[in-house]
């Protein structure tokens, strides 16, 4: 059984940096796409970043430039490293695994809280 493990969310201040890393426990071998959505209050989970197995990247339009997703393919481990953070990217982080057959593999998610 896959487990997705994610740490290192937290509280920052506006302006400050976080590293999220997602880690999978378990072989993965399907997979094409490992990526980072996000849920805040009162909204829909979105997508972040993403990362295909040829390693291109796709970032949701409010996070290109600040967020930088990256993957350690030895490790089973994906990170999202976050930069310029503000009040608006306070919200659950979720990392995902897509696999080329099955459903999606999906961590439990992280708290990120940027607050002055």
């Known amino acids: 059984q896959v487990q997705l493990v994610e740490s290192g969310g937290g509280l920052v201040q506006p302006g400050g940096s976080l590293r999220l890393s997602c880690t999978a426990s378990?072989?993965?071998?399907?997979?094409?796409?490992w990526g980072w959505y996000r849920q805040a209050p009162g909204k829909q989970r979105e997508m972040v970043a993403i990362t295909l197995n040829g390693g291109s990247t796709n970032y949701a339009d409010s996070v290109k430039g600040r967020f930088t997703i990256s993957r350690d393919n030895g490790k089973n481990t994906v990170y999202l490293d976050m930069s310029s953070l503000n009040v608006e990217d306070t919200a659950v982080y979720y990392c995902?695994?897509?696999?080329?057959?099955?459903?999606?593999?999906w961590g439990q998610g992280t708290q990120v809280t940027v607050s002055s």
């Open positions: 995902n695994v897509k696999q080329t057959r099955g459903p999606d593999y």
């Open positions: 378990g072989s993965i071998f399907a997979s094409y796409a």
